[in-house]
């Protein structure tokens, strides 16, 4: 597990501005779950509180926020269809997603553990 410091949270989702910081992201952790959405989504926000849960619960999993709704390359790399969309990436790979609109903290914090080992 790589280490958490510096002058991101650790509990809180690191939001990515684009591509470029989701790939330096995933070359610097071993484990990310990013939640892609999109402004004005009212599932993508009620997520935010479950996402923080989850950081603070999965110490070895960075969970971060990405919009891609400016970049389609990114959309089309990712086949993002609908948001939010979840995506788990271990060493950089995506390894599970999921679009069933929202989930509840214990589910996902389940379903990462289940996927990340």
Known sequence: MKDNTGTADPTRPVPLADE???DALLADEDAVLVEFYTEGCGICRSMEPVLSN??????????????????PPLIERFDVRSVPLL??????DPAAR???GFVGGDDLTAWVREHRH
């Open 20 to 22: 470029a910081d989701l």
């Open 54 to 71: 989850v950081a603070r619960e999965l110490t070895d999993v960075v969970v971060a926020t990405l919009n891609p709704r400016d970049d």
């Open 87 to 92: 995506v788990l990436f271990i060493d950089g």
């Open 98 to 100: 999921r679009a069933d």
